[in-house]
């Protein structure tokens, strides 16, 4: 398998899993954003994907290093 971006080969839930927090998305304002996965960038910072089951849009929000 060729390397391929973590953001290409994702896939994002159709539903928002049990007992997960959820968010209004801020782009259809539904309360369906979940929190999906966390990541890491080049300076080390945890980063976690926030993802709509409604619309698919997603965001990257800062963690907490403990997480």
């Given at each position: 398998m060729t390397d391929v971006?973590?953001?290409?080969?994702?896939?994002?839930?159709q539903a928002v899993p049990a007992g997960a927090d959820r968010r209004p998305c801020p782009v259809c304002g539904r309360l369906t954003l979940a929190p999906w996965y966390l990541r890491r960038d080049r300076e080390r910072?945890?980063?976690?994907?926030?993802?709509?089951t409604a619309c698919q849009a997603?965001?990257?929000?800062?963690e907490d290093e403990s997480a």
């Open positions: 971006p973590v953001e290409r080969r994702t896939y994002f839930p910072h945890v980063w976690r994907r926030w993802v709509c997603h965001q990257d929000l800062p």
